[in-house]
């Protein structure tokens, strides 16, 4: 059974258009909610941590929020520089040693 | 500002041979990883380390050995390569939850 589920797999903005994105998971004692920037050829890059409903985060124009079986990302008035993967992941919630991940939601804003 | 360092970057391998990718982090941390990323698929967690000299399974780690002899360094070798083992292979590195990847390895299997 998938742990983290992401919609849309694919996302085309306008430059400034807002949108959100949307992660689902499934693990119960959540101990972590994660979202990380991937773009074409390079490594997941960190963006925020989420450990509780209600919870929010941001930087520039993205704003993540939790609820208690969801995840959202929120883009303010996209760049094109914020064309990218969008990957969300949890935390294994007996060990803690491992990380589950998303397939992602690519993102691309057209100018 | 390294962080982690993947070495080869691309490789091309036959089926049947053998081959041994490199990790190495230099922000001294305990936990490190080795993440297949597949079209479809997402990551997906092939073996991690919680320390020097421990290694411990994830979610796929058939075909696959790991070792990690020095803190900063953590090896994934491939035995015998099979087809179905081309990907791209991330390798982490985790302090206080947050994971920091090199920039993959592109392996093909022919």
């Known amino acids: 059974e998938d742990q983290v589920t992401q919609s849309p797999e694919a996302l085309r903005l306008q430059e400034g258009e807002s949108s959100s994105l949307n992660c689902s998971y499934t693990?119960?004692?959540?101990?972590?909610l994660f979202w990380y920037r991937q773009d074409p050829g390079k490594g997941p890059e960190f963006l925020f941590t989420l450990y509780s409903a209600g919870e929010e985060k941001e930087k520039e124009r993205l704003k993540a929020t939790l609820t208690k079986k969801e995840s959202f990302l929120h883009i303010t008035a996209p760049k094109p520089e914020d064309s990218a993967t969008y990957l969300c992941?949890?935390?294994?919630?007996?060990?803690?040693?491992?990380?589950?991940f998303g397939t992602g939601t690519s993102l691309t804003v057209i100018p | 500002n390294a962080g982690v360092t993947q070495t080869p970057k691309f490789r091309v391998l036959k089926t049947g041979q053998s081959m041994t990718l490199l990790c190495a982090q230099d922000?001294?941390?305990?936990?490190m990883y080795w993440y297949r990323q597949d079209p479809g698929m997402g990551l997906r967690l092939i073996h991690y380390s919680v320390g020097e000299g421990t290694t411990a399974k994830g979610e796929v780690p058939d075909g696959y050995n790991v070792s990690r002899l020095k803190k900063q360094n953590f090896l994934l070798g491939l035995e015998s390569a099979a087809p179905s083992q081309t990907s791209v292979y991330f390798c982490a590195s985790s302090y206080r939850q947050k994971l920091f990847f090199g920039s993959g390895t592109q392996l093909s299997v022919l």
């Open positions: 922000m001294n941390h305990e936990y």
């Open positions: 693990v119960s004692g959540l101990r972590g």
């Open positions: 992941a949890v935390q294994d919630p007996n060990t803690g040693n491992q990380f589950y």
